[in-house]
């Protein structure tokens, strides 16, 4: 296997691994209004997710990392054609990230309200525009022959994107109420797992209706066989938050969001950014990719760090692994 496909493959597992960590962290992040009723139930939400979710961040971080080092003519390309969206993404997760580290600093109700709106904001328009620039990534966007985007914001925003961001929305919040089911005892347990069975029938649809979308506009059998087992893992994971199984459910909704994000690379590949103006701006792996030298010292970088780095957040994980519940919640 060529290099240039190894670093396409691990590009797509580590925004595999972003969207699958940080989705549940940005269904949380929305859920804070609906779920918590009071400061100690929102108290509750926001420590399900206390210890993991700047370690979540980390993988887009590297997702970037890869993408610049491996293939720095489609990482220049994207984040200039993308900038708007993904600055206002950078944004939000900034402010959502003060928010979790400011939001306990002082006691009054007015104070914790306005962070908790910039946990809210800062979940909900990452977890859309996320859904929009993928959709745009694999349709393609107007590129010139130098590789230069030639469109504006509003290309970027017809409605197969729209149904994206749709998609990623209604998957986070999914796959968000299923780990504070799982993550969570008592009254906001039982919410929690009620709400993400409703959740999840809007999910379903949606998810069929982009994946298929999808399909019709690249395909190949392996992003066919992918998006199938994404729309039954779903419904697995449904199902099983119905007789309240979150751990089962938790992993079918992983396991979808997982499979769904592969999906896109699978149809996408061997392109990484197509062209709809002309065919001779389209950027493929080959042709975005770095020097055969520069590729061959990260791949030895990525065996030796990658497993460290796994270990250490599996072992966060396990660490935080038990319930909570507003017994574990001091009142002031």
Known sequence: MELTTVWFLLVAVLFTGYFILEGFDFGVGMLLPVLGRDDRERRVLINTIGPVWDGNEVWLITAGGAMFAAFPEWYATLFSGFYLPLLLILLALIARGVAFEYRHKRPEAA??????????????????????????ILRGVPLTADHEYAGGLLDLLHPYALLGGATTLALFLTHGAVFVALKTVGDIRERAGALAVRLGVATAVLAVAFLTWTLTIRSSAAAVVLAVGAALALVGGLAAARVRREGWAFTGTAVAIGLAVATLFAALFPNVLPSTLDAAGTLTAANAASTPYTLK???????????VVLAYQGWTYWVFRKRIGVAHIPQH
Do not use: C, Q
């Not at 104070?111 to 946990?119: S, T």
């Not at 791949?299 to 497993?307: E, G, Q, R």
């Open 111 to 136: 104070w914790k309200r306005r962070w908790d709106r910039a946990i809210f904001w800062g979940s909900l328009l990452p977890a859309v525009l996320w859904g929009v620039a993928f959709a745009n």
């Open 297 to 307: 010292i990260m791949t030895w970088v990525a065996v030796v760090f990658t497993p």
